[in-house]
């Protein structure tokens, strides 16, 4: 079995920073691609951010400039950066890696909210 284990989620103040962690453990293949996604009440999930395993990200118009992805490829980890945060960033952030078989596995969600 896969886990992936998510950290860094909280409330924060608009303007503020806040760092979000997954750590992928299990019976995982080689992992292709890290990334998170988020889902704000009544919206569907959509992608935030994704890097290769040879560091090319992709990034939701939404975020760049703001966030920043990045991996450690020797501890299956993936980390966002979140800075000058906005009360629309609000959601639940998921953790996705896909390995090189193409399966995906998900991570269980941390809470990001934005309010002052």
């Known amino acids: 079995q896969v886990q992936l284990v998510e950290s860094g989620g909280g409330l924060v103040q608009p303007g503020g920073s806040l760092r979000l962690s997954c750590a992928a453990s299990g019976s995982i293949f080689s992992i292709n691609v890290m990334g998170w996604y988020r889902q704000a009440p009544g919206k569907e999930r959509e992608l935030v951010a994704s890097i290769t395993t040879g560091g090319s990200t992709n990034y939701a118009d939404s975020v760049k400039g703001r966030f920043t992805i990045s991996r450690d490829n020797g501890k299956n980890t993936v980390s966002l950066q979140m800075n000058s945060l906005k009360p629309q960033d609000t959601a639940v952030y998921y953790c996705?890696?896909?390995?090189?078989?193409?399966?995906?596995?998900w991570g269980q969600g941390t809470q990001v909210t934005v309010s002052s």
């Open positions: 996705k890696i896909i390995d090189n078989r193409g399966r995906g596995y």
